[in-house]
């Protein structure tokens, strides 16, 4: 079946730093993929997605591409700031009606001063 | 738009009470999920409904739990007897379909059993 694989965690950065956090998937077809993040207190919420291979999804200073030959679904930011401590779940969906959203364990990012 | 709505907020009962979470999810989606997280396992589908019927319930751990949407805006999870594992937080989250739509989570329920 459909599953996603989160790097371990948590990550802790210093603020301005670079963050990359790993993401692997194994699925039939052609899934969509997703990263969302939450917040303290909150339920989780979209951060970026793509839709099929070599799309890149972006928002709010993140990046994800979509690799089809590596299985993989990456994020980075450039520059992470401190409200960007949060824990982050990569995700897939597969093809087909009343297909599931499948979950990674999520990492936990907090990001000093 | 006021988002997922769930309620209470917070719950905390003893050990063999009744425990009912209750949801509104965004009009005009056709699509509910509860899922259920803890730290050792993580967030875990317990079920989902698609236009007010139950598609896959799979995920509910035990016959404790019941869930229902008896119409587009209301659904409940109802947990009979409760016990101290069911410790979690419990979010329902809601959708207009489920491949490339993105859920929308409510703030969750965050259940203690005593």
């Known amino acids: 079946g459909d599953s996603v694989t989160q790097m371990e965690g948590p990550v802790t950065l210093s603020e301005e730093a670079f963050l990359t956090i790993n993401c692997t998937y194994t699925?039939?077809?052609?899934?969509?993929l997703f990263w969302y993040v939450q917040y303290p207190g909150e339920g989780l919420q979209l951060l970026l997605k793509?839709?099929?291979?070599?799309d890149k999804g972006s928002n709010k200073g993140f990046e994800a591409t979509y690799r089809k030959e590596t299985t993989s679904f990456h994020l980075e930011k450039g520059s992470v700031q401190v409200s960007d401590s949060a824990v982050y779940f990569c995700?897939?969906?597969?093809?087909?009606?009343?297909?599931?959203?499948?979950f990674g364990k999520g990492i936990t990012l907090s990001v000093r001063p | 738009d006021a988002g997922v709505i769930q309620s209470p907020r917070h719950e905390v009962t003893e050990m063999g009470q009744e425990v009912t979470l209750r949801c509104k999810p965004i009009?005009?989606?056709?699509?509910l999920f509860w899922y259920r997280q803890t730290m050792m396992r993580g967030l875990e589908l317990l079920i989902y409904?698609?236009?007010?019927?139950?598609?896959?319930d799979s995920g509910m751990p035990e016959d404790r739990f019941s869930a229902k949407m008896p119409n587009a805006s209301f659904s409940t999870l109802k947990i009979q007897p409760s016990e101290p594992r069911d410790s979690a937080v419990y979010f329902c989250?809601?959708?207009?379909?489920?491949?490339?739509?993105?859920?929308?989570f409510g703030n969750g329920t965050r259940l203690t059993v005593t």
């Open positions: 409904f698609n236009n007010n019927v139950p598609i896959d």
């Open positions: 995700a897939l969906s597969g093809v087909g009606a009343n297909s599931k959203l499948t």
């Open positions: 989250a809601s959708s207009e379909g489920t491949y490339n739509s993105p859920l929308h």
């Open positions: 699925a039939t077809g052609y899934p969509s």
């Open positions: 009009s005009g989606h056709d699509y």
């Open positions: 793509a839709t099929k291979a070599d």
